[in-house]
């Protein structure tokens, strides 16, 4: 089981990765309690925090798993906490946006499917 | 006979439960002048409502500090990471409505998930608040009298407030009802559908479909002390302004009577009769201790499988197997392409917006019912779970295509086939020794006719420019809609309810809820359920 300065790593981390901006003390607070009412064990967690720069690779290849895998899980634990963070309400909330909008997310989705592929080793882990 | 016994006047007539069909006779009889006991779970919400401000739903998301205890609730009950089943979704201000449901109601089935509940106001406390007036073809295959129940039908609505309106939608909805309130203004995501069949009508009704607003118990008006629906879209949440009917209100004015007296903490386990009263006994369920009361009458609207557990058990009758009726249930997860990425909407509604009904014959019967809801005040993280996307890219799309998400909720007509059913089993282990085993399995034919009703909605939705992304099937029993375990009978039998919804072999028991029900139509069946309720309670004076 992690301990509670690793899970913060871990929170800071998905949260600058996920609204580019370090947790809300109370966000930080509420994914250590999450995470020591019930402890999610991965490797990978582990290896992208002392390798942030896998966490987008590592993200995209756990998509398949759902919440089977242990780090998608601890993701969304991660997301549906900063989604309740008034700071962070507008990264959440529904936008006004154009169809060029969509067009940039096709391009994010393939993005996505190629980051998946070079992740996947990661899975190994 | 039952004729022939006369009402105590020391002894109040017990009513058991207080969800809708509870409240409702109880109104009914308290309303003649016969004292009530009302017997209840009683379990309440205490902790999250008192949390939530009363503001849009918006506003509390960028606002609101404390937003994380009701919308993941303190122990992060609101995040599901379980396979989707029946009750998964109910918000943590909605979770109390299946406490203690575990311990003091137990069910075992490995294909049947229904929704009980032992809360104050029982599954009430969660009703999508359609309603519905079923043809006479209806009530005929339901045992139910047409002309009875048209009187009631307008009593339970004059009590309960519904908006509506008279479109083509009406004969499936509010039919024959009067003094209804406008319906509630409907979202881009509404208006957009209504408008594509506003322009196929007639090509779609060809085919049997018929579109409009449905009738809700939702005040657009002021009613005594309740406000109108002030759009917060908070409906999953909070209660607060008395717009939406749950029958806690009903309770509350109710408790203002001398003549009325509600015991919670209860759960009734059987009954006994004598040459003059009825005896329940109860378990508490803040003690486990046991407690009797005598009353003149037995009024049981515990739920249909409730009532099923007293009766089994008060007739000793373990390993009886007795019929059970469930709508068949699914969503169609769909897509208005028009409407990605316009979050333009002032007006936001968490209700149905729309009713769309497939009558393929003609005749009002038989007849499956889509209801039309938009993905608003829900969260996102809800929906990751399914995409086989990373989390930072799928929520990017997802909050793209929030706006023009649809969703409708699919209930197909039901009737009685021999793989469904229940049973009462003894289990030392159990608080009450016993536990209800159900047994649920459509037949082929039942299975392709829902494959067959999820074609034909997909395709009207399709001309509506309205594209089904996923179909979601929740698991039987989901639709919280149970019947027809007692079946309405002539006959005097046990097991039976005669048509005055007296139980067959019995002088002072009677059942108010979904129990004789021998069909369940596709369409909302709360109505329904108060109606009859209403007419028990009624005919018992």
């Known amino acids: 089981m992690l301990n509670e300065a690793e899970l913060k790593r871990e929170i800071e981390l998905f949260s600058r990765y996920l609204v580019a901006a370090s947790p809300t003390p109370q966000a930080e607070m509420l994914y250590v309690r999450a995470l020591q009412q019930q402890p999610v064990n991965d490797k990978l967690s582990q290896w992208v925090i002392r390798h942030p720069f896998l966490l987008p690779f590592a993200d995209a290849a756990t998509g398949l798993f759902g919440l089977q895998h242990p780090y998608r899980k601890k993701l969304i634990i991660a997301f549906a906490i900063l ?36 992740g996947w080793p990661l899975l190994l882990l | 006979m039952a004729a022939a016994i006369v009402m105590s006047t020391d002894l109040p007539v017990i009513v058991v439960g207080s969800g809708c069909t509870g409240a409702m006779a ?4 308290v309303e003649k002048g016969v004292r009530v006991l009302m017997l209840d779970g009683g379990v309440k919400e205490t902790k999250y409502a008192p949390l939530i401000p ?17 919308l993941l609730g303190d122990a992060l009950e609101g995040i599901p990471f379980g396979k989707v089943k029946t009750g998964e979704h109910l918000t943590p201000p909605r979770k109390f409505m299946t406490a203690l449901t575990q311990q003091f109601i137990p069910l075992a089935s490995e294909n049947f998930m229904p929704l009980e509940s032992l809360a104050l106001g029982g599954l009430g406390n969660g009703w999508g608040l359609g309603c519905c007036v079923f043809s006479d073809k209806e009530l005929q295959a339901c045992s139910l009298n047409a002309g009875v129940m048209k009187a009631a039908y307008k009593t339970v609505a004059a009590r309960i407030g519904i908006s509506g309106t008279r479109d083509d939608a009406q004969p499936y909805t509010a039919a024959g009802l009067d003094g209804l309130q406008p319906s509630i203004q409907m979202d881009s995501n509404g208006k957009r559908l209504y408008a594509a069949y506003e322009k196929k009508r007639s090509r779609l009704q060809q085919k049997g479909f018929y579109m409009g607003r449905p009738s809700l118990a939702l005040l657009t008006q002021p009613k005594q002390d309740r406000s109108p629906y002030p759009y917060h879209d908070m409906d999953f949440y909070s209660d607060a302004s008395r717009s939406a009917y ?26 006994s009769e004598s040459d003059d009263a009825v005896t329940v006994t109860c378990l508490r369920t803040d003690t486990n201790e046991t407690a ?13 499988l409730g009532t099923a557990r007293i009766v089994l058990r008060s007739f000793d009758a373990y390993e009886h197997t007795l019929p059970v009726l ?74 793209y295509m929030q706006p023009a998400f649809t969703i409708v909720g699919l209930f197909h007509p039901e009737k009685y086939s021999p793989a469904k059913y229940l049973q009462l089993q003894k289990n030392s282990t159990r608080l009450t020794g016993d536990e209800l085993q159900a047994t ?88 329904s359920l108060m109606a009859n309720a209403h007419a028990v309670a009624d005919n018992l004076v």
């Open chain 2, 292 to 304: 009797t009361f005598k009353g003149s009458r037995l009024v049981l609207a515990a739920g249909v």
């Open chain 2, 326 to 399: 469930s709508n068949p249930y699914s969503y169609l997860a769909c897509i208005q392409p028009a409407l990605l990425g316009r979050d333009t909407d002032a007006v936001k509604v968490g209700f149905a917006q729309l009713s769309l009904f497939w009558d393929k014959r003609g005749d009002n019967m038989d007849v499956p019912m889509g209801s039309v809801y938009s993905y608003r005040s829900m969260m996102l993280f809800h929906l990751l779970k399914d995409s086989p996307l990373g989390v930072k890219t799928a929520a990017a799309f997802l909050r």
């Open chain 2, 246 to 271: 749950r029958p806690w209100l009903t309770i509350e004015a109710l408790q203002k009577s001398p003549l009325f007296n509600y015991q919670g903490n209860l759960v009734v386990l059987r009954f």
């Open chain 2, 54 to 70: 009363s503001a849009d739903f918006v506003t509390l998301r960028k606002t609101d500090e404390q937003q994380y205890r009701y």
């Open chain 2, 26 to 29: 109880a109104q009914t009889l």
């Open chain 1, 83 to 118: 989604e309740t963070q008034p700071v962070f309400a507008h990264h959440f909330l529904p936008e006004n946006a154009g169809y060029a909008k969509g067009f940039s997310l096709l391009l994010k989705g393939i993005s996505s499917i190629i980051k998946a592929l070079l």
């Open chain 2, 440 to 527: 649920y399995r459509l037949s082929f034919e039942e299975q392709n006719t829902v494959s067959e009703t999820e074609t034909a909605f997909t395709r009207a939705l399709r001309q509506l420019n309205c594209f089904v992304l996923r179909k979601i099937e929740p698991g039987h029993g989901a639709s919280i809609h149970y019947g027809g375990t007692l079946p309405f009978s002539k006959q005097n039998e046990r097991f039976k309810l005669l048509p005055n919804g007296q139980l067959g072999d019995t002088q002072r028991v009677y059942v108010a809820d979904g129990s004789g029900f021998t069909y369940l139509p596709g369409k909302g069946l709360t109505l």
